[in-house]
């Protein structure tokens, strides 16, 4: 009859309404975790970026510390041969001392030369010569006069004695000091070559390890540009996947809001059938279930 088909109907729309309701729940439960594990994942993007900045931080001090290395180290290749050039100049100045000396001494021993020929051309004439009076004065004046000057070029040849002493004196020292300049240039020329192999060699080797350094941390950066690239790229596409699923989300609610007004409104329907069906007499046990249902979905 009319009654049991209403009921019926009643009881489908019920029991569809409370799958529906169900249904609805577990689809929102889905968006949710849907939801969280896109806030998580942006979360988990973001300590990424931050941790390549600091890595590209780091990656830029490094290199700034190479360069000023490198400048350092250039500056003292720098210092090393100036200094290399300085000594060079002194030795030249040291020979050309030594040459001046050398010509001032055979130029007093030439003169000394010359003075002690003059003196023996003049005693051998005054042994030739013999005669009067006369010309025995005249003798004994050139005699005295030849004393005289005897006496001067011996003054003379002992002060040029002197000078060739200092000279010879000098021209030692010098000789002594110059042997002694080359034994210490020679020494510290030395040392200082294994010093600038050594820094050289170090130099060297250190800079092969950071140019090896330099290169892997520059494939390093390549390769965390490349990340951070494709992380912000999914970065965006995740923001862009949550803006379009938030909306998806804000029409579904939407969507359920309506199907709760129409469900809310049935059930009053249904409420209102059932109250009927209880005054006329219907199966209590059915009734009871529709509702259970009907509150359940109430409280829906």
Same mark, same amino acid.
């Given at each position: 009859?009319?009654?049991?088909?209403?009921?019926?109907?009643?009881?489908?729309?019920?029991?569809?309404?409370?799958?529906?309701?169900?249904?609805?729940?577990?689809?929102?439960?889905?968006?949710?975790?849907?939801?969280?594990?896109?806030?998580?994942?942006?979360?988990?993007?973001?300590?990424?970026?931050?941790?390549?900045?600091?890595?590209?931080?780091?990656?830029?001090?490094?290199?700034?510390?190479?360069?000023?290395?490198?400048?350092?180290?250039?500056?003292?290749?720098?210092r090393e041969?100036?200094?290399?050039?300085?000594?060079?100049?002194?030795?030249?100045?040291?020979?050309?001392?030594?040459?001046?000396?050398?010509?001032?001494?055979?130029?007093?021993?030439?003169?000394?030369?010359?003075?002690?020929?003059?003196?023996?051309?003049?005693?051998?004439?005054?042994?030739?010569?013999?005669?009067?009076?006369? #010309?025995?004065?005249? !003798?004994? $004046?050139?005699?005295? +006069?030849? *004393? /005289? %000057? =005897?006496?001067?070029? @011996? &003054?003379?040849?002992?002060?040029?004695?002197?000078?060739?002493?200092?000279?010879?004196?000098?021209?030692?020292?010098?000789?002594?000091?110059?042997?002694?300049?080359r034994k210490?240039?020679?020494?510290?020329?030395?040392?200082?070559?294994?010093?600038?192999?050594?820094?050289?060699?170090?130099?060297?080797?250190?800079?092969?390890?950071?140019?090896?350094?330099?290169?892997?941390?520059?494939? #390093?950066?390549?390769? !965390?540009? $490349?990340?951070?690239? +494709?992380? *912000? /790229? %999914? =970065?965006?596409?995740? @923001? &862009?996947?949550?803006?379009?699923?938030?909306?998806?989300?804000?029409?579904?609610?939407?969507?359920?809001?309506?199907?709760?007004?129409?469900?809310?409104?049935?059930?009053?329907?249904a409420q209102?059938?059932?109250?009927?069906?209880?005054?006329?007499?219907?199966?209590?046990?059915?009734?009871?279930?529709?509702?259970?249902?009907?509150?359940?979905?109430?409280?829906?």
């Amino acid at each position: 009859n009319i009654c049991d088909v209403s009921e019926d109907l009643v009881f489908t729309a019920v029991q569809d309404a409370y799958e529906e309701v169900e249904e609805q729940r577990a689809v929102a439960a889905q968006w949710k975790r849907k939801l969280q594990k896109l806030t998580n994942d942006m979360a988990d993007l973001r300590s990424l970026l931050d941790e390549q900045t600091c890595r590209n931080n780091l990656l830029e001090k490094r290199q700034r510390k190479f360069d000023a290395e490198l400048a350092g180290a250039q500056e003292e290749l720098k210092r090393e041969r100036a200094a290399k050039d300085r000594l060079a100049r002194d030795r030249d100045q040291a020979q050309a001392e030594k040459y001046a000396l050398e010509q001032t001494l055979s130029e007093a021993r030439l003169e000394l030369e010359l003075k002690e020929e003059r003196l023996a051309a003049a005693t051998r004439e005054l042994e030739e010569r013999g005669g009067g009076g006369d #010309e025995l004065t005249a !003798l004994r $004046r050139a005699k005295t +006069e030849l *004393e /005289r %000057r =005897l006496r001067d070029q @011996e &003054e003379e040849l002992d002060d040029l004695a002197g000078q060739i002493q200092l000279l010879e004196s000098s021209k030692l020292r010098l000789e002594m000091l110059l042997e002694q300049q080359r034994k210490e240039a020679r020494l510290e020329a030395a040392a200082r070559d294994d010093e600038m192999e050594e820094t050289r060699a170090n130099q060297a080797k250190k800079l092969k390890m950071l140019e090896s350094q330099l290169e892997s941390e520059h494939a #390093e950066r390549s390769l !965390l540009l $490349r990340e951070r690239h +494709e992380l *912000e /790229r %999914r =970065l965006a596409s995740l @923001e &862009e996947t949550a803006r379009a699923e938030t909306h998806e989300q804000a029409q579904l609610v939407q969507r359920l809001k309506r199907d709760l007004k129409r469900y809310r409104a049935l059930l009053r329907d249904a409420q209102t059938m059932l109250e009927q069906k209880e005054k006329e007499g219907g199966g209590k046990a059915q009734i009871r279930q529709l509702k259970n249902q009907v509150e359940d979905l109430e409280l829906a």
